[in-house]
């Protein structure tokens, strides 16, 4: 088991680095079936799925961040004002809806299966103009009523689903903004520094009390996390490489593809 969530977290780390999304949505479903089969059931085993999938993203996202950065593929303005709106709305969902009896796991799956499954049409629909490999962002858009749109739609995923918000971000940043994608990517990739950053923070002193299991500080599950999170922080790096070597077409299958794969995953066990 150790072994095979080395490779998951090599493979979220990577696919993080890659197309900006933080890896959640590869750590969310793996921490889920772990701590399922570890007999940790409702009301811990949501939010603690949820807090410890944010932490494994943390990681992943300062590795990728520091990569991205390097590679000059982050609008910091950007990055700055949609992170820090998301940090508001972590905290606010957190606090009012996932920590509620009736946020189950049923409903956890269901939404995030259901948001990928939009992710992907929109990834696959969009315009091919917009697939252009420049990192100028000449002619971003970033009006404030845009910018709190997509913060607190990330910030809001990130809690109520244990991803980062790069489902969100990434789309968002490129058709809304009219960031070019690899700079939606890397923007992505920053503003979830910050998100995941108030979510492991907030889950913490969330579950301060709760019958959470050993090697877990309130609803962040440190331990499990640590085999997810450290290859990621390494393939993080290298997936920012491959990104900026990549034709960004190729970038946006990719994304889709491992999309798609989840959601159908989820929304399977959901409601199969």
């Not at 993203?57 to 998301?86: E, K, M, W, Y």
């Not at 606010?92 to 796991?105: A, F, I, K, S």
């Not at 489902?167 to 070019?180: D, E, G, I, Y």
Request: proline content about 4%; aromatic content about 6%.
């Amino acid at each position: 088991m150790l072994f095979i969530l080395i490779l998951i977290g090599a493979l979220g780390g990577f696919m993080a680095g890659l197309i900006g999304i933080g890896g959640g949505v590869i750590f969310g479903p793996a921490l889920f079936f772990v701590f399922q089969a570890a007999g940790i059931q409702d009301p811990v085993l949501t939010p603690l799925t949820v807090g410890s999938s944010l932490l494994c993203t943390f990681a992943a996202s300062v590795s990728g961040a520091v990569a991205q950065h390097r590679a000059r593929a982050i609008d910091v303005p950007t990055a700055l004002v949609a992170g820090g709106l998301a940090a508001v709305a972590v905290v606010t969902v957190g606090r009012l809806v996932t920590t509620q009896p009736w946020y189950d796991n049923q409903a956890f799956q269901a939404l995030l299966g259901i948001v990928l499954v939009v992710v992907v049409v929109r990834m696959l629909t969009t315009r091919r103009s917009s697939d252009n490999n420049t990192l100028s962002t000449d002619g971003a858009q970033r009006g404030p009523l845009r910018l709190a749109t997509i913060g607190v739609s990330a910030g809001s995923l990130a809690t109520l689903a244990g991803v980062g918000g790069g489902v969100v971000l990434v789309p968002l940043f490129n058709a809304l903004l009219k960031l070019p994608l690899k700079v939606a990517a890397g923007t992505s990739t920053a503003s979830i520094v910050l998100i995941t950053g108030a979510g492991v923070i907030t889950y913490a002193l969330l579950g301060l009390g709760a019958p959470v299991p050993d090697g877990a500080l309130g609803y962040v599950g440190w331990k499990a996390s640590l085999a997810l999170a450290l290859p990621a922080i390494v393939t993080a790096r290298m997936g920012v490489s491959a990104a900026h070597r990549l034709d960004v077409r190729i970038v946006r299958y990719v994304f889709a593809a491992l999309a798609a794969f989840v959601a159908v995953r989820l929304l399977l066990n959901a409601f199969g």
